[in-house]
């Protein structure tokens, strides 16, 4: 599957470990991350939800980090997990960030669940997005 910049979800697939948990994201482009969280609906990814959008964001000089959240598409999902969901996004969006070594705020795009999984980041770790005043 290829979109208008000639990116493929195998060229730009990515896995990294995040909270104990293999989590699979797809990254294309350089410069400043924006992050793009799916929704939920029912075999959801970051790639089905976003790849149309590459050209633009990656055409503005963008790095697009487009996360599989936990239990979807190819990230696993931790058994028996009871833990509340801000919470457990907030965290795994937070290690998610670090572990690629991001310290800077980021731009965030969340499709109706992400938009809430991307509500734990700001609810736990307000100052890993950026705001009105942050604004590059």
Not at 51 to 60: E, H, L, R, S
Not at 78 to 106: Q, T
Request: charged share 20%.
């Amino acid at each position: 599957m290829t979109n208008d910049a000639g990116m493929t979800e195998a060229s730009t697939s990515r896995f990294i470990t995040v909270e104990g948990l293999k989590i699979h994201y797809n990254d294309a482009g350089a410069g400043a991350p924006v992050l793009c969280i799916h929704g939920g609906g029912p075999g959801a990814t970051a790639w089905s939800n976003f790849k149309q959008n590459i050209p633009a964001i990656t055409g503005a000089n963008r790095r697009m980090l487009m996360l599989d959240m936990p239990g979807y598409g190819k990230s696993e999902f931790p058994d028996g997990s009871r833990e509340d969901f801000f919470d457990f996004m907030g965290k795994i969006i937070d290690g998610f960030l670090s572990a690629l070594n991001i310290g800077d705020p980021v731009d965030i795009i969340g499709n109706s669940l992400g938009g809430q999984a991307a509500l734990g980041l700001e609810l736990r770790y307000p100052e890993r997005i950026i705001r009105p005043s942050h604004r590059r």
